[in-house]
């Protein structure tokens, strides 16, 4: 098993919270696992990507130079990687805020409309994870339990009441991919 | 052992507390601002002192002051800022204070880009500063080593009273991968050359002011004859050297990506083996000699137009040609063009 994923978005949407989490997850579960950042030097506003590769064996380059799947947040960051996911690999869309697939007809394209649903489960802030629940029923690398526990030991007690949102929003991703 | 989720900033940052350090002097610049992000939550849970000092010739310079105390001390930057520093990095040298100096290197010359590169090598290496000294280089290429590397280095500086130089990359420093942490450590070595308010004992006096030429040149010949002692430190790993017919040096993140050339090579039937130095500075001169018997060409990776691969020179005399593979200012050398770079030599 190996799993070469970028999270692209903007700043603010929690790109980097879907990738720490991942690999937190993977960790949980004894896979190999790398999570290298980029973003620009703006503190906010700008592009922000990540990626993570999960994998039973020895993780060699850290680089992810065969992308399987894309989580494009926004319009920019799927016409900015949309050609670096290999054939057969998989592109997920934020389809609240990407109105058009990728035109490419080698990749299988998948939809998720995370903000939308997060507005509808009372914050939109858990778009990410909303994605991320997604990102799971596509790919199978991680178990939903793994996530929360993940996000239970990164968090501080005292934010332990939004793990029940976010337990939903990962279910509702998985549910409504399409 | 329990694993834990890392950045290689935070791995470099926790592996000096763990290893006793308790001071931290630095100045802001990316891409290492987690280094004294993760000092300034963690230092006063230890009683230790983290400070921002209005500048890196600053924090150089208290960094001499608290490892003069014989306390346990840390600096970290990059490029530029490690410029900045190296006028301290000659003082420290010369009056013998041990040290770590953390230089994570982004692209350069200049203010450069701030994603991560290798264009430092000489700065750490070769000097840097002005004078005669050598620093030990560590270069760590993974998260783990990132930790364990620094851990050591605070034994390797007391050791010597030299400081010592870990030398990463932007891409080291900002990723993340699962680690087991050192243990703390317990036990430290006598500083009885210390300034350390003991009455009890002759005056101690650090300096690297020598203005009798004579005097100075018997403090060079010291540290000279120091610095073959410390050739004895010199580290390196390899990967399927033994039956190589070429070879790939490479250090850090470089190392990493040469790793996976190696694989993809084999399995295309080029026997490429990977040496990759741990310490630059010394640097595995006779490991690398030792293999040119069997090889008929050296390759040296490196995000830079070409440092390292002087050393490998050295190595090798003219015995064999060496080719320089790499991307520059933050660009990151990809595995299928380096293995293209490398089937065309192989294939001639």
């Not at chain 1, 926004?74 to 805020?97: A, D, H, Y």
């Not at chain 2, 802001?28 to 987690?34: A, K, R, V, Y």
């Not at chain 2, 953390?102 to 500063?129: E, N, T």
């Amino acid at each position: 098993m190996r799993q070469e994923i970028i999270f692209a978005g903007f700043g603010g949407q929690g790109i980097m919270l879907m990738g720490k989490v991942l690999a937190y997850a993977a960790m949980l579960e004894n896979k190999k696992v790398i999570f290298l950042p980029s973003y620009g030097s703006e503190m906010r506003g700008g592009t922000a990507n990540c990626t993570v590769i999960i994998s039973d064996d020895e993780i060699e380059s850290p680089i992810a130079e065969n992308p399987n799947l894309l989580v494009a947040m926004n319009r920019p960051s799927l016409q900015k990687f949309e050609m670096n996911v290999i054939t057969g690999g998989c592109i997920l869309i934020n389809s609240s805020m990407i109105d058009q697939h990728t035109s490419r007809d080698d990749v299988i394209k998948k939809k998720i409309p995370a903000n939308t649903l997060a507005a509808e489960l009372g914050n939109e802030k858990v778009a990410n994870m909303i994605a991320l629940g997604s990102v799971l029923e596509l790919t199978g690398c991680v178990s939903k339990d793994s996530i929360i526990l993940a996000l239970k030991k990164s968090l501080a007690p005292r934010h332990h009441d939004i793990l029940p949102l976010n337990k939903a929003a990962l279910e509702i991703g998985s549910e409504r991919v399409e | 052992m329990e694993q834990v989720l890392l950045k290689g900033s935070e791995a470099i940052a926790e592996g000096a507390v763990l290893a006793g350090c308790r001071f931290f002097f630095g100045y802001p610049i990316t891409p290492q601002n987690e280094i004294p992000e993760y000092f300034a939550r963690r230092l006063p849970q230890v009683n230790g002192t983290f400070l921002q000092a209005e500048s890196e010739i600053a924090a150089i310079n208290m960094v001499y002051g608290a490892g003069g105390t014989g306390a346990r001390v840390m600096t970290s930057s990059s490029s530029p800022g490690m410029s900045l520093k190296q006028e301290g990095i000659s003082y420290l040298s010369c009056a013998e204070v041990p040290c770590v100096i953390v230089s994570i290197m982004r692209g350069g010359p200049g203010l450069g880009a701030i994603q991560g590169a290798q264009p430092d090598y000489f700065q750490a290496v070769k000097g840097g500063g002005h004078g005669d000294y050598k620093n030990i280089v560590l270069a760590p290429s993974t998260v783990q080593e990132a930790a364990d590397l620094t851990y050591q280095a605070f034994d390797l500086a007391d050791k010597y009273r030299n400081p010592v130089i870990i030398l990463g990359d932007g891409i080291l420093a900002q990723m993340m991968e699962p680690i087991v942490l050192p243990n703390e450590k317990q036990d430290f070595p006598e500083k009885n050359w210390a300034l350390n308010l003991d009455k009890n004992r002759p005056r101690n006096v650090i300096s690297s002011s020598y203005p009798i030429v004579e005097e100075l040149e018997k403090v060079i010949i010291r540290l000279n004859q120091k610095a073959e002692i410390m050739k004895g430190e010199v580290r390196w790993d390899t990967l399927q050297v033994e039956d190589a017919d070429y070879i790939i040096v490479a250090y850090g993140t470089s190392a990493r990506i040469a790793k996976a050339v190696v694989r993809q090579a084999r399995e295309i039937g080029i026997k490429l083996g990977l040496l990759r130095p741990i310490t630059l500075w010394p640097f595995p001169y006779d490991a690398i000699y030792s293999l040119v018997p069997q090889v008929k060409a050296f390759f040296a990776l490196e995000m830079s137009t070409g440092q390292m691969i002087e050393d490998v020179k050295i190595a090798i005399g003219r015995e064999r040609p060496v080719y320089h593979i790499g991307r520059y200012g933050g660009v990151i050398p990809r595995v299928n063009e380096t293995l293209e770079k490398i089937t065309a030599v192989a294939k001639g």
